[in-house]
């Protein structure tokens, strides 16, 4: 009889124990991680590629989870990248992911308000203005990502990307094949807005 007691008690305080445990989120990569949370309460919530936020569709994720990219969801009128010989700063070649802003700004400032990139970093919508023309990668990446999901709604033709080849030609993605090109910066192409959160 004592040992059931025991063992009565024993459970009781275990459950008085555990229940005093605060419930949330324990995943770190999570959007509300809980850092108080002791137990899983099974309400982690993350990003995914093709949400609607932010005035526009994820595109891209980094490794933390918790920023990325994101397009608009409309392509601004066809225009030239920029005037023919307007820039041969070689910060601009790079094509990485996190380069668009940069070089945009780099591009707005020497070809003025006609270029892509200026009409890109002056486009105010939904309540975001801090728009601007994607890098070559972060293009491809857009084309690829949304196109997987048949969510990119780009035109099957080319969209300039703020990375410079040479000093006379831009860097563009073909939407239809995801592969890159470069006209003369005059050229008039397709341009899609991105921002970061």
């Not at 229940?19 to 770190?28: L, N």
């Not at 569709?57 to 397009?71: A, E, M, N, Q, V």
Request: aromatic share 14%.
């Amino acid at each position: 009889m004592k040992l059931v007691r025991f063992f009565l008690l024993f459970i009781i305080s275990l459950s008085i124990t555990t229940s005093c445990k605060k419930g949330g989120c324990t995943d770190y990569y999570a959007l509300n991680y809980d850092s108080e949370a002791k137990v899983d309460d099974y309400t982690c919530y993350y990003y995914w590629i093709g949400q609607n936020y932010q005035g526009g569709k994820i595109f891209y994720i980094d490794r933390s989870k918790k920023s990325g990219l994101i397009t608009a969801e409309f392509d601004l009128p066809n225009t030239r990248w920029g005037t023919h010989d307007s820039l041969t700063d070689e910060g601009i070649n790079l094509t990485d992911v996190g380069r668009g802003l940069a070089n945009s700004l780099i591009i707005a400032q020497a070809s003025g308000d006609n270029s892509a990139a200026a009409k890109c970093l002056a486009l105010d919508t939904l309540g975001y203005d801090d728009w601007y023309l994607p890098s070559l990668e972060e293009m491809r990446g857009l084309s690829e990502n949304l196109g997987r999901l048949g969510q990119s709604n780009l035109t099957p033709g080319y969209y300039w990307s703020s990375s410079q080849f040479s000093s006379t030609v831009a860097y563009l993605i073909m939407n239809a094949n995801r592969s890159p090109a470069f006209f003369a910066k005059g050229s008039i192409f397709a341009v899609r807005p991105i921002r970061s959160f």
